[in-house]
C-alpha cells in the first residue's frame, strides 16, 4: 500500500515494499516500470542482442523482448534502434540506461544498508563461471554455504573465463570464478586452488607412455602425438589458453598439431573423447570419475608441465554487498586459509 502521496504531483518517483517505481499521473497511481525490467534492458543494452540478454539472465528470448516492449510503452518511446545487425540504444535509452544503473544501484545499497544493520546473509546470489570451476568447485561450496545461510537462493552464469570477466568488469556479477586470472585493471583475484591439465584419450587409443615412479597417471610426450587426432576447447577458454601459453613458453611457438575439431563445452569435449573422436587436454578436476571408471584414460605430459590456479574475482573499487562479500569471504575460507589477493 502506497503512503503519503501528494495526489496532486505530476510525477513522483520512489521505491516500494516490492521495489516498484511508481508514478503518480494526473492524480492516479500507474505502475511505470520495476527492476527486474531495468536488469533486463542493462543486459540487452550491453549485450546488443535479445537472444544473448535471455542466455545470460535465464529467460527465453521472447520474455526478455516482451519486457522490452512493455519499458517502451510504459516510457512512451523506443528505447532500442532495431534496426541495426546490433540493436543499438537510442537517445531515450542512453538516458535510460545511465539512470537505470543507479536506481539498480541505490536498490543495491538500500537492501545492503538493512541487511547490515540486522546481519542478514540471505537473499539471491548471482555467480558467474568458467565451466571448471562452475562444474567441479561451486557446487560443494555453495552445499556447504547454504549449509550456513539457509535462506540464500543462487544462480550460476556458465561461460569462458572472457566472458566471465567481462561480465564481472561491466557490473553484470559481483563475483566470478575462472581458471585465469584477471589481468585488468579494474579487476582483481584471489587465488582458490591449484588445477593441474592432462591429457585424456579413449582407453582404445594406444598411447608411447611410460610410467613414472610415484605418479598415479603414466607419463606421454607431446612430441610424439601430435599426428594424433586433437580437440580443443573454443577461444576464450582459460584451458586451452593455459595449453597455449605453455606450448608457446616451452617450444617459443605453438607446436603443429592435427587440430580435428573445437568444442564449446566441458561436457561435450569428454564425451566426444570418450568416443575415441581424439585427443585432449583437460582438468584432471573434470575427468576424475571417468579415470576412475576406466572410460577415459589420462596421461601427465612429459615435456610440458600444465600446472594452474583457479580464481575468484572481483571489481577492485566496488564495495561488495553484504550477501556476496560473505560468500567471498567463505569462499577463501573453504579453499584455503592461505589464499592470495592481489
Known amino acids: 500500500m502506497l503512503k503519503n502521496i501528494d495526489p496532486e504531483e505530476h510525477l513522483s518517483v520512489f521505491v516500494s515494499d516490492t521495489f516498484c517505481i511508481i508514478g503518480i499521473i494526473g492524480g492516479r497511481e ?71 544503473q543507479e536506481l539498480l544501484e541505490m536498490k543495491e545499497q538500500a537492501l545492503s544498508a538493512i541487511q547490515e544493520k540486522y546481519k542478514l546473509i540471505e537473499g539471491h546470489l548471482d555467480v558467474a563461471a568458467s565451466s571448471v570451476p562452475g562444474s567441479y568447485l561451486l557446487p560443494r561450496l555453495l552445499q556447504s554455504f547454504r549449509e550456513k545461510y539457509p535462506g540464500v537462493t543462487f544462480s550460476i552464469l556458465l561461460r569462458d573465463t572472457g566472458q566471465v570477466l567481462r561480465s564481472v568488469k561491466d557490473y553484470s556479477y559481483d563475483l566470478g570464478f575462472t581458471g585465469e586470472p584477471g589481468n585488468r585493471k579494474e579487476l582483481g583475484q584471489a587465488k582458490l586452488v591449484e588445477d593441474e591439465l592432462i591429457l585424456v584419450a579413449s582407453p582404445k587409443i594406444q598411447l608411447p607412455a611410460a610410467k613414472q615412479a610415484g605418479s598415479s597417471l603414466p607419463t606421454a610426450r607431446l612430441s610424439a602425438c601430435t599426428n594424433m587426432p586433437f580437440l580443443l576447447r573454443e577461444p576464450g577458454s582459460a584451458t586451452r589458453m593455459v595449453f597455449e601459453k605453455a606450448l608457446r613458453k616451452q617450444w617459443g611457438r605453438d607446436i603443429s598439431l592435427n587440430v580435428i575439431g573445437y568444442l564449446e563445452s566441458q561436457e561435450a569435449i569428454k564425451e566426444a573423447a570418450k568416443a575415441g573422436l581424439g585427443l585432449t587436454v583437460i582438468s584432471k578436476k573434470a575427468v576424475e570419475e571417468e579415470l576412475r571408471a576406466g572410460l577415459l584414460k589420462g596421461y601427465r605430459l612429459q615435456d610440458l608441465p600444465l600446472k594452474r590456479n583457479f580464481y575468484i574475482v572481483f571489481r577492485k573499487k566496488s564495495i561488495l554487498p553484504p550477501l556476496s562479500l560473505a560468500f567471498f569471504q567463505f569462499a577463501l575460507e573453504f579453499f584455503s586459509n592461505n589464499s592470495q589477493t592481489t
Open 30 to 100: 500507474r505502475r511505470i516500470m520495476d527492476f527486474h525490467q531495468l536488469k533486463i534492458f542493462l543486459e540487452v543494452a550491453r549485450q546488443k542482442s535479445f537472444s544473448r540478454a535471455a542466455e545470460n539472465i535465464f529467460l527465453s528470448q521472447p520474455t526478455v523482448s516482451a519486457h522490452i516492449k512493455k519499458l517502451e510503452d510504459e516510457v512512451g518511446t523506443p528505447l532500442l534502434d532495431r534496426s541495426r545487425r546490433e540493436l543499438q540504444l537510442t537517445e531515450a535509452g542512453k538516458i535510460l540506461f545511465q539512470y537505470a
